[in-house]
């Protein structure tokens, strides 16, 4: 069970994170850089909007599994 609120944290925090903060630190980094490029840019945009759905994505599955470990604390094991 602690698995399956894990991933279900996980996808709640790529999704905020995806709607919410990925845009913002991508355009403040692409906006910080200069480029030879609009396809350099576009590609770095691209890369740290990645990145940071996966900061998320990771987020939240540690956070689901902290709350599920704290959830099944007081069950024994066996």
Do not use: C, E
């Not at 200069?34 to 956070?63: I, R």
């Amino acid at each position: 069970m602690r698995y399956v609120v894990a991933i279900v944290f996980a996808v709640i925090g790529a999704f905020l994170t995806a709607v919410l903060l990925s845009p913002q630190v991508a355009d403040w980094v692409v906006a910080h850089q200069t480029f030879d490029s609009p396809d350099d840019a576009d590609s770095l945009h691209m890369a740290v909007y990645m990145a940071s759905n996966l900061a998320g994505l990771f987020v939240g599955w540690l956070l689901g599994w902290i709350v599920a470990g704290v959830g099944s604390a007081g069950k024994a094991s066996g």
